[in-house]
């Protein structure tokens, strides 16, 4: 596949243009042997050693990376009033039409999964998949005895909808809970806990699937997933493209 070669390291790295340029410019990358500072060159990724700093560069068709979304940043590529998910991102992954492949209301925290590849998203939040995700929650009421029973049989909302069976684990002080769903409907932690008037304080989410929000990434902080752990998102084997 022919591409510039300053597009090609910003891809590849996951740093700026501008940073692929700084790098250029060092004489730190090399085409087939030959040192190459301009980054309008054009390369065949199918063809040429492309290299940085003497280690070979994969040209990715998708990128997929764990963000830990802070309070009051929502999730979405665009808006008009408030920072998105993609907004903390996009620098380091210019001309990738990224998205966050599923939500979390502006006031949560936590694991937010953004790719490029929708058909990968389609996947993981497919309800027929049922890829469960976890989250650690506060409130302001104790978790009783009849909410963890009404989670497991499937919690009725004030609207008549019946969620899917859930798993609520509260923990010593009974204002703690390690919540499981198996779907994903608007503010469905919230409404659930609602029906018995128990109102939710925060809201992080620690894993999707078996992966777990990696600890030491900071609240704006993201990291691109191997095949490894995307293969505990799906529970089977992944390949990236």
């Excluded at 300053?6 to 700026?16: F, G, M, P, R, V």
């Excluded at 859930?166 to 769903?181: F, G, N, R, S, W």
Aim: overall charge positive; charged content about 25%; hydrophobic content about 35%.
């Amino acid at each position: 596949m022919q591409t510039r070669l300053d597009k090609l390291l910003s891809e590849s790295l996951a740093i700026s243009r501008q940073d692929a340029k700084k790098l250029l410019a060092k004489s730190s990358v090399t085409v087939n042997g030959i040192v190459v500072k301009k980054g309008d060159k054009k390369v065949d990724t199918d063809k040429d050693d492309i290299r940085a700093n003497g280690k070979g560069l994969i040209s990715e068709k998708f990128v997929y990376i764990m963000l830990n979304k802070p309070e009051g940043v929502v999730s979405a590529s665009t808006d008009k009033n408030d920072i998105t998910v993609i907004d903390l991102i996009k620098d380091d992954f210019p001309r990738r039409n990224l998205f966050p492949a599923g939500r979390l209301d502006k006031t949560s925290t936590g694991f937010v999964l953004i790719t490029d590849d929708g058909q990968f998203a389609h996947d993981i939040l497919s309800p027929k998949n049922h890829v469960p995700k976890t989250y650690m929650v506060t409130v302001d009421s104790p978790i009783t005895d009849e909410v963890i029973e009404a989670f497991k049989n499937g919690v009725t909302l004030a609207d008549g909808k019946t969620m899917k069976t859930a798993t609520i684990i509260p923990q010593e002080d009974k204002y703690t809970a390690i919540i499981i769903l198996h779907q994903g409907v608007y503010h469905q932690i919230k409404r659930m806990l609602g029906v018995f008037d128990i109102g939710v304080n925060s809201l992080h989410r620690i894993s999707i699937g078996n992966l777990r929000l990696d600890d030491q990434l900071k609240p704006g902080e993201y990291k691109k997933l191997s095949s490894v752990q995307l293969a505990q998102i799906t529970n089977s084997k992944f390949t990236k493209n």
